[in-house]
């Protein structure tokens, strides 16, 4: 019996004894994906498989149109031989990540046996905070190393927030030389720089189109914007000097969507954004979004006045809208997180793609949106929010968890990690492994074909895969805490989350309503 991590669609073994077996003769149909799968066998069991472009090879790979979905495949160990079949070469590599499995189970060796599989969902995904910790690009490899893996296919890359900016941007230097800084949590990076230049973002998305994983790049407004506000303090409503955000939280500080010169500046910076990521696809943030300024500034309330809006949400609505309609117009597609609340008469776009964080996928909200036709990705919290702690949202929970909306359609799942309060990569991974697993096989594996009894007993193979990886995971006994640990980790994330944000932001509230009264005189 074979424990594979997602559980495939179908796995018929007809023969218990092995049939393949790894040796130094093997070899494999020579492609431009193996790289990764021959380093796996070559540190796993120290052998080196050769490509070969003849048909006479050990490990056979075939395009085939009979091949159900876009990125299934099936797998068939046979006379001595493995042969992959994929409709395309995604297909292809994603059967070679369950080869992996195979052969670390059969320590080398693969009985006769039949697997047929495909995703269940086309979006699967991973987001990465790398504004409030900036990540090295070798330690992104090896997370999107992980995320193949698991045969997830979406990396969402956060890269702008209030603790910091980190993508070069030309028009606008001024993001990347002051803010990139952070005061305090950057003293603890290994790294002098605090932003990706352009070379190192074509590098990272290259990286991820070798293991057919998209990238998303997410550049948040209107709210989440201290550090480019402290790099041009005039996109705000005030103007109002800021240092990059030392702390975490919700801040009060947003762009003014009441000048010209924001929408141009948010115009600028997506147009040399898309020029970055190929696949034209946005996020653009939109949770957050405290509308207080908004309701104070001169030139917001002159905005509602000429635009015939009924207030802020409205507003923030019609902002939104504008930001999505410059991408769509440059051939790409915006998402947005959570967003406010879509008004009934001026709604969002039913374009955009809505990634639901905070709200019930049954919920009303969901369902309103649903019914305009919105499509769907599900990382609620918080079953995929990974940085919270196993005593709020444990192992089993974040398995269980797969609610569908009523209406609308789901495009898939994305797990989620904001890494204010993570120090290291070895708490990253403390935090992701195993959650990550269950996430991926929601994703990935048909609903008839979880269990989570059965997760449970694959968990000890999956383990010895992620040890190959040098993973420092959660155990099971830490990943379904009892009483006593869940007390602990909830006392020791109390401690990390106490600030006092709020005090400042309340104190910077007064200061705006002082400058609105001396602009109203």
Same mark, same amino acid.
């Given at each position: 019996?074979?424990?594979? /991590?997602?559980?495939?669609?179908?796995?018929? /073994?007809?023969k218990?004894?092995?049939?393949f077996?790894?040796?130094?003769?093997t070899?494999?149909?020579?492609t431009?994906?193996?790289?990764?799968?021959?380093?796996?066998?070559?540190?796993?069991?120290?052998?080196? /498989?050769?490509?070969?472009?003849?048909?006479?090879?050990?490990i056979?790979?075939?395009?085939?149109?009979?091949?159900?979905?876009e990125?299934?495949?099936?797998?068939?160990?046979?006379?001595?031989?493995?042969? /992959?079949?994929g409709?395309n070469?995604?297909?292809?590599?994603?059967?070679?990540?369950?080869?992996k499995?195979l052969?670390?189970?059969?320590?080398?060796?693969?009985?006769?046996m039949y697997?047929?599989?495909?995703?269940?969902?086309?979006?699967?995904?991973?987001m990465?905070?790398?504004?409030?910790?900036?990540?090295?690009?070798?330690?992104?490899?090896?997370?999107?190393?992980?995320?193949?893996?698991?045969?997830?296919n979406?990396?969402?890359?956060?890269?702008?927030?209030?603790?910091?900016?980190?993508?070069?941007?030309?028009?606008?230097p001024?993001?990347?030389?002051?803010g990139?800084?952070?005061?305090?949590?950057?003293?603890?990076?290994?790294?002098g720089k605090?932003?990706?230049?352009?070379?190192q973002?074509?590098?990272?998305?290259?990286?991820?189109?070798?293991?057919?994983?998209?990238?998303i790049?997410?550049?948040?407004v209107?709210?989440?914007?201290?550090?480019?506000?402290a790099?041009?303090?005039e996109?705000?409503?005030?103007?109002?000097?800021?240092n990059?955000?030392?702390?975490?939280?919700?801040?009060?500080?947003?762009?003014?969507?009441?000048?010209?010169?924001?929408?141009?500046?948010v115009?600028?910076?997506?147009d040399?954004?898309?020029?970055?990521?190929?696949d034209?696809?946005?996020?653009i943030?939109?949770?957050?979004?405290?509308k207080?300024?908004?309701?104070?500034c001169?030139?917001?309330?002159?905005?509602?006045?000429?635009e015939?809006?009924?207030?802020?949400q409205?507003?923030?609505?019609?902002?939104?809208?504008?930001?999505?309609s410059?991408?769509e117009k440059?051939?790409?597609k915006?998402?947005?997180?959570?967003c406010?609340g879509?008004?009934?008469?001026k709604?969002?776009d039913?374009?955009?793609?809505?990634q639901?964080?905070?709200?019930?996928m049954n919920?009303?909200?969901v369902?309103?949106?649903?019914?305009?036709?919105?499509?769907?990705?599900?990382?609620?919290?918080?079953?995929?929010?990974?940085?919270?702690?196993?005593?709020m949202?444990?192992?089993?929970?974040t398995?269980?968890?797969?609610?569908?909306?009523?209406?609308?359609?789901l495009?898939?799942?994305? #797990?989620?990690?904001?890494?204010?309060?993570?120090?290291?990569?070895?708490?990253?991974?403390?935090?992701?492994?195993?959650?990550?697993?269950?996430i #991926?096989?929601?994703?990935?594996?048909?609903?008839?074909d979880?269990?989570?009894?059965?997760?449970?007993?694959?968990?000890?193979?999956?383990?010895?895969?992620?040890n190959?990886?040098?993973?420092r995971?959660?155990?099971?006994?830490?990943?379904n805490?009892?009483?006593?640990?869940?007390?602990?980790y909830?006392?020791?994330?109390?401690?990390?989350?106490?600030?006092?944000?709020?005090?400042?932001?309340?104190?910077?509230?007064?200061?705006?309503?002082?400058? #609105?009264?001396?602009?109203?005189r």
């Amino acid at each position: 019996m074979f424990n594979i /991590i997602p559980q495939p669609n179908q796995i018929i /073994i007809s023969k218990g004894k092995p049939s393949f077996s790894l040796s130094p003769d093997t070899t494999v149909t020579k492609t431009d994906f193996t790289t990764e799968f021959r380093d796996f066998v070559k540190k796993q069991f120290d052998i080196r /498989i050769h490509r070969e472009i003849s048909d006479d090879v050990s490990i056979k790979l075939v395009k085939s149109s009979e091949v159900a979905g876009e990125e299934g495949y099936t797998l068939i160990s046979r006379d001595g031989r493995i042969y /992959i079949y994929g409709k395309n070469e995604c297909g292809i590599f994603y059967g070679l990540q369950t080869l992996k499995q195979l052969l670390l189970q059969g320590d080398g060796t693969v009985p006769d046996m039949y697997i047929e599989d495909k995703p269940l969902y086309p979006y699967r995904g991973f987001m990465l905070d790398s504004s409030r910790r900036f990540w090295r690009t070798s330690e992104i490899k090896r997370l999107i190393d992980l995320m193949a893996l698991h045969k997830l296919n979406v990396f969402h890359w956060h890269l702008t927030d209030d603790q910091g900016w980190r993508i070069e941007i030309d028009k606008y230097p001024m993001l990347t030389q002051k803010g990139s800084h952070r005061r305090r949590r950057d003293r603890k990076t290994n790294d002098g720089k605090r932003y990706y230049t352009k070379e190192q973002i074509r590098d990272i998305v290259e990286y991820c189109r070798k293991r057919f994983i998209k990238v998303i790049p997410e550049f948040d407004v209107p709210g989440h914007t201290v550090a480019a506000i402290a790099s041009y303090p005039e996109l705000s409503c005030f103007g109002q000097k800021r240092n990059v955000a030392s702390s975490w939280g919700v801040k009060h500080d947003i762009l003014c969507a009441g000048k010209d010169s924001t929408l141009k500046f948010v115009y600028e910076v997506t147009d040399e954004i898309m020029q970055l990521f190929p696949d034209k696809i946005i996020h653009i943030g939109g949770d957050d979004a405290v509308k207080m300024r908004w309701s104070i500034c001169p030139h917001c309330q002159k905005r509602i006045k000429d635009e015939s809006l009924k207030d802020e949400q409205e507003l923030y609505t019609w902002f939104m809208n504008k930001i999505a309609s410059h991408i769509e117009k440059n051939g790409g597609k915006a998402i947005i997180r959570s967003c406010d609340g879509s008004d009934k008469e001026k709604p969002l776009d039913k374009n955009i793609i809505w990634q639901v964080c905070d709200k019930d996928m049954n919920g009303k909200v969901v369902s309103r949106e649903g019914k305009m036709g919105r499509a769907f990705i599900n990382s609620s919290s918080p079953h995929y929010y990974l940085n919270l702690p196993y005593s709020m949202i444990n192992l089993k929970k974040t398995y269980e968890y797969a609610p569908e909306p009523v209406y609308g359609e789901l495009l898939g799942t994305e #797990a989620v990690i904001w890494t204010e309060h993570i120090s290291s990569i070895k708490s990253l991974d403390f935090m992701v492994f195993p959650r990550i697993a269950a996430i #991926a096989e929601t994703a990935w594996s048909d609903k008839d074909d979880r269990s989570y009894e059965r997760f449970l007993n694959s968990l000890p193979e999956y383990y010895d895969l992620l040890n190959i990886y040098e993973v420092r995971y959660a155990t099971l006994k830490q990943a379904n805490p009892s009483k006593l640990r869940k007390a602990a980790y909830g006392v020791a994330w109390r401690n990390k989350t106490v600030n006092f944000h709020r005090l400042y932001d309340l104190a910077e509230d007064e200061k705006s309503r002082s400058l #609105a009264k001396k602009e109203n005189r």
